[in-house]
């Protein structure tokens, strides 16, 4: 009695401290109208942001699904965290010799991370070799060497600068009273960022397995980004600001003359992937009709292609007007 009526009444003092903070509080629904209204705003700088990010993962193993797997198993953590009122900032959670993991069976991160069970068990197996991860019956932590690989500085950053610009999007659609900086965003996410992080790994993850789903594997979705980012960029230029709909239409989906291409060099330079297995794939999603390529061997998208991936994009759209709606509120 006397515990629940301890957090009854810290309960009662923090609402009663916000409570003159509600009407700063802003909503998903409005986040995601003025997200796809400004799509042509908003687009080049997020896939972009989420293009340097998979190149990151690709960076470390050379191998996507590696870096997956290490990501899966700090979430959750970070979930247990959460779940216990837990809150622990970026330099004390990197600071620690390693991350403990929950109880967890190769079973489930096979099943979590839609990667054969065999695979699952086999870079497992090589992360343990690498010393990144240790093994002890079901206990998994892992090793303070991998945070080289994992500490997400530039991701904090990228998502910082992201925020910001989305913010000043968002009070000129008087949805936001004032822009927030890139550097106060940095000290929130740091600051909080055992909240921040798991709901950033709730937005991405669910994303990368979407596309893993349509692509078969990560690195196909990586090489076929980066022609994404390329036509985006372009497509961006000198235009007036459009809703999701009317830049795809007008800007992306131009006749084949009009559209800018990236050849398979430009791809494996940028990505990291080397220029046999980039070449390969390619042809793969030239096979599918998922690219086009033009006589100066260059690789675009067109609309009749990218149209059968407005659902995964739309249900990305909702995630990360989820997420953002979720760190300007903490903010405010």
């Given at each position: 009695?006397?515990?629940?009526?301890?957090?009854?009444?810290l309960l009662f003092n923090i609402m009663?401290?916000?409570i003159l903070e509600f009407s700063n509080q802003i909503y998903e629904d409005d986040v995601l109208k003025i997200l796809k209204n400004n799509y042509s705003s908003i687009a080049p700088l997020w896939v972009t942001h989420q293009f340097e990010w998979i190149n990151g993962m690709y960076e470390p193993y050379k191998d996507h699904d590696k870096y997956l797997i290490i990501i899966y198993l700090i979430k959750t953590t970070l979930d247990l965290y959460s779940r216990n009122f837990m809150k622990i900032n970026f330099d004390k959670f990197y600071q620690q010799d390693s991350i403990e993991i929950a109880r967890i069976n190769i079973s489930e991160i096979s099943k979590a991370l839609n990667i054969p069970k065999e695979s699952t068990r086999r870079k497992i197996v090589e992360l343990e070799k690498a010393g990144d991860i240790k093994r002890f019956k079901r206990k998994i932590t892992i090793d303070s060497s991998a945070f080289r690989f994992i500490k997400p500085e530039n991701s904090l950053k990228r998502t910082a600068r992201f925020l910001s610009m989305f913010s000043s999007i968002l009070v000129e659609n008087k949805i936001l009273k004032k822009k927030v900086s890139s550097s106060e965003l940095e000290i929130t996410i740091k600051e909080n960022f055992s909240y921040v992080w798991k709901i950033f790994y709730e937005l991405q993850i669910p994303m990368l397995l979407a596309w893993k789903?349509?692509?078969?594997?990560?690195?196909?979705?990586?090489?076929?980004?980066a022609c994404v980012v390329n036509q985006y960029i372009h497509a961006a230029k000198g235009q007036k600001k459009m809703d999701i709909n009317e830049f795809l239409n007008k800007a992306i989906f131009l006749d084949k003359i009009k559209r800018k291409g990236i050849n398979a060099m430009s791809i494996s330079d940028i990505t990291g992937i080397p220029r046999a297995t980039v070449i390969r794939k390619l042809n793969n999603l030239i096979q599918l009709k998922n690219l086009n390529i033009n006589n100066k061997k260059q690789y675009t998208l067109d609309g009749i292609h990218l149209k059968r991936f407005l659902p995964v994009q739309n249900i990305t759209m909702e995630r990360l007007s989820s997420f953002s709606t979720k760190i300007y509120n903490y903010m405010y």
């Open positions: 009695m006397f515990i629940l009526g301890f957090y009854g009444m009663k401290n916000r789903k349509i692509f078969k594997d990560l690195e196909t979705f990586n090489i076929w980004s």
